[in-house]
């Protein structure tokens, strides 16, 4: 069995970060992108943050540039997200996942290739 379990979630002011970490098993993990997706009440799932098989390619979606950090740690089978100077609407559910990969340079930034995901963990920001 394969399992992603993120943890880190919380309720926090805007301005305020959090770090988000997810653990996997069950996976040969360097054979694994990593990316963190979201999802907000009422709206579809968005594509936060992404990680390439051995960190050295990421990606952002253009609302948290600058302000996310994604990270992966393969000896440990973790992969976090930084949130920095976080904003009401960050407020989601955050999803880690993980895509087979192929070992090409970059990770993908679309839902379809990640087969495993996390069951989730509640960011809040309030202003």
């Known amino acids: 069995q394969v399992h992603l379990v993120e943890s880190g979630g919380g309720l926090v002011q805007a301005g305020d970060s959090l770090r988000l970490s997810c653990a996997a098993s069950?996976?040969?993990?360097?054979?694994?992108?990593m990316g963190w997706f979201r999802q907000a009440p009422g709206k579809g799932r968005e594509f936060v943050a992404a990680?390439?098989?051995?960190?050295?390619?990421?990606r952002y979606t253009n609302s948290v540039q600058g302000r996310f950090i994604i990270s992966r740690d393969n000896a440990e089978n973790t992969v976090d997200l930084e949130m920095n100077r976080l904003k009401p609407e960050d407020t989601a559910v955050y999803y880690c996942?993980?895509?087979?990969?192929?070992?090409?340079?970059?990770?993908?930034?679309?839902?379809?290739?990640?087969?495993?995901w996390g069951q989730g963990t509640q960011v809040t920001s309030s202003s």
């Open positions: 996942a993980a895509a087979f990969t192929r070992h090409t340079s970059v990770p993908p930034t679309i839902a379809d290739p990640y087969e495993y």
């Open positions: 069950g996976l040969i993990f360097r054979d694994y992108d």
């Open positions: 990680i390439n098989w051995n960190g050295a390619s990421a």
